[in-house]
């Protein structure tokens, strides 16, 4: 499955560029301070792993790069220039591909069209040209056997798949339109042992055919199986921000399981 | 970058051993039509039998036509509905492009083409609101709507006896542009003694247009993407406000078209007409296996619900019943239908082989 990355890959990604750094960067929502002063870097061929739990400011974080809400503080750096994304359209054009936990694919339609979907091959500019469909289907079935998914039928719904290979299959589609930086939106959250297997298998490719790859997950297990940076979010702040050299799994667990509160817990409840 | 890659993990055998080809009947079951199709030969099978009237090749094209007045609109409402939303003033939208023609071009006497034309770039405004209003505020496309549904009906009436002093339009038949507008719109021949109206070729048309563009163009992928999951689409990249908005758009035009028909064949329009149609388009759509919820469904569906329509309306008619029993009969075909469709939809939502 490392073929498909490999071949899709952009040419011009080199190892430990920077590709994504965030300085300083806030997101207010009216009163409400989702974020505030977060510095990441996401760098090419490298896993940034952003760990948190539930109201964290994740969701927010992945926002800004993905386009759906612009920050209000501190600045953006794609490929070195400022960048401040109002629509998803906007941040794909940059190589920024986003693949949501639950919203990944449109589950009542077939496999193919899911995998082009916004990309379509078509055969003119005119808007109601026809699609290449037998291109597609092929090149979508081909993609897909590299990974290890073989499907009943390239044309059943992408609903009947199951919940790791429809992660997989938006995470191929990602790569094979090129994308340069991806974010994974808890990708393994809903997922069982073997699936999440898949999963994290793949996003290893992704890293190791260079693009930039931000995880964001709560399972500390997970992101330290693949994550080369790791920072941990509470209440929109960043309480840890260290490398893999410099931080063991078992810290990355305890602080994730509440660190300090969670030792204070652990003194007051003292039987 | 290759050196860097770890070996790859065995990839998937060339030959799917567990590659199957579904069953006929399988493949026939995945399909939104075919619950349609088996309703519309039933009913067909079922008129031939109890009506001798309905036998006639006369009396077919008659179906067709009547079927067209409704599946003409019921195209643009079922695209719409697979693009997620719905649209309640369809039906009294065909009655306020007609209005908006006659009494424009009748009481400034200006030739009717040009009225036609100013009839249609206002209802592709209204068209245009409607999609901006449910984009823009995100409130359901019912409620939005429902608003401009009472709006044009009050102001179909209202305006019509404001300008004209009655509550129908006056006749426009003298007026200039008539012949070419009454040619185009309600304009009928002859096949073998047979009338045929090109209403039901325009609506032949319209289908196999909608088909293509569902089936085969990225704009169709658009369609069912937005239908199917706005947000999911909107992340990669789909433009889901522009799918809407044009969707919306699409219904006002077909609306446009089929009023300037009414108009044109009867020459005269009462302003309180067209209410209830809407229904109609919907009940079209869904019998026709689209789904309520979007993302499913498809052009030749639709095109068999709204024949079901013109065939139990008529058939009624030529079986000598009480038609005040049509609106009963549809009203259990939609139940059905509904129920159809849930079926299908687990059917093909179900895991079959990973």
Redesign the interface.
């Known amino acids: 499955m490392t073929d498909t990355i490999a071949e899709h890959a952009d040419e011009t990604l080199h190892k430990g560029e920077s590709l994504i750094e965030m300085r300083d960067v806030g997101k207010t929502y009216g009163a409400i301070r989702a974020l505030k002063g977060i510095n990441l870097t996401v760098n090419a061929g490298e896993v940034s792993c952003v760990l948190g739990d539930n109201g964290a400011g994740k969701s927010t974080l992945i926002k800004i790069m993905a386009g759906l809400h612009p920050h209000n503080e501190g600045t953006l750096l794609v490929d070195g220039q400022e960048q401040s994304f109002s629509s998803p359209r906007e941040s794909l054009s940059h190589g920024i591909a986003t693949v949501y936990q639950d919203l990944a694919v449109v589950s009542l339609m077939e496999v193919w069209r899911n995998f082009f979907l916004g990309s379509e091959l078509v055969s003119s500019k005119f808007p109601l040209a026809g699609m290449k469909i037998r291109d597609m289907k092929r090149i979508a079935d081909e993609e897909l056997r590299k990974m290890g998914i073989v499907v009943k039928d390239i044309d059943q719904p992408i609903g009947t798949l199951s919940g790791g290979q429809r992660q997989c299959v938006a995470i191929a589609r990602a790569v094979y339109f090129g994308a340069r930086v991806l974010i994974l939106d808890e990708p393994t959250a809903a997922l069982g042992v073997k699936q999440s297997g898949v999963v994290l298998k793949y996003t290893a490719a992704a890293r190791d055919a260079g693009l930039g790859v931000v995880f964001i997950t709560h399972n500390p297990h997970h992101a330290y199986l693949v994550g080369n940076h790791f920072i941990i979010l509470k209440l929109g702040q960043a309480v840890l921000d260290k490398k893999r050299s410099e931080v063991s799994l078992d810290e990355l667990t305890r602080q994730m399981a509440g660190g300090d509160e969670l030792t204070e817990l652990s003194h007051e409840l003292q039987r | 970058?290759?050196q860097?890659?770890?070996p790859?993990?065995?990839?998937?055998?060339?030959e799917?051993s567990?590659?199957?080809?579904?069953g006929l009947s399988n493949r026939l079951l995945a399909r939104p039509e075919v619950g349609a199709a088996v309703a519309a030969i039933v009913i067909f099978v079922f008129f031939l039998v109890v009506a001798p009237a309905f036998r006639s090749p006369e009396s077919f094209f008659t179906v067709l036509y009547q079927a067209s007045t409704i599946g003409i609109v019921a195209v643009g409402v079922g695209m719409l509905m697979i693009g997620g939303e719905f649209d309640l003033s369809a039906g009294v939208i065909v009655t306020t492009a007609g209005l908006f023609n006659a009494l424009f071009c009748y009481y400034l006497g200006i030739n009717l083409v040009v009225g036609a034309l100013l009839s249609l770039v206002f209802c592709l405004a209204i068209g245009f609101f409607n999609g901006y209003m449910v984009m823009r505020t995100g409130i359901p496309s019912f409620l939005i709507t429902l608003g401009s549904f009472f709006v044009l009906q009050g102001a179909n009436l209202g305006i019509t006896k404001l300008v004209s002093g009655a509550v129908s339009s006056p006749n426009i038949n003298q007026m200039a542009g008539y012949d070419l507008l009454s040619t185009v719109f309600a304009g009928s021949f002859k096949i073998g003694g047979v009338t045929v109206w090109n209403t039901v070729i325009y609506w032949f048309a319209f289908v196999a247009l909608s088909g293509?563009?569902l089936t085969?163009?990225?704009?169709g992928?658009?369609i069912?993407?937005v239908g199917?999951?706005p947000?999911?689409?909107?992340?990669?990249?789909?433009?889901v406000t522009r799918v809407k908005v044009g969707l919306f758009m699409t219904v006002s035009f077909l609306g446009w078209f089929v009023g300037m028909h009414t108009l044109y064949r009867f020459n005269t329009l009462q302003a309180g007409n067209g209410v209830g149609n809407e229904f109609l388009y919907i009940i079209a759509a869904v019998v026709g296996g689209t789904?309520l919820t979007g993302?499913?469904g498809n052009a030749i569906g639709v095109a068999i619900g709204a024949f079901i329509f013109g065939m139990t309306s008529l058939g009624i008619v030529y079986a000598g019943w009480d038609p005040n029993w049509f609106r009963a009969f549809l009203g259990v075909m939609l139940l059905l239908a509904v129920m159809v469709n849930l079926y299908v939809?687990k059917l093909?939502?179900?895991?079959?082989?990973?």
């Open positions: 970058m290759s860097t890659l770890k790859a993990p065995a990839g998937a055998p060339a799917a567990n590659r199957v080809t579904l293509w563009i085969r163009t990225r704009i992928n658009w069912y993407a199917g999951n947000a999911s689409a909107r992340a990669v990249g789909v433009p789904l993302g499913y939809k093909s939502t179900t895991r079959k082989v990973g």
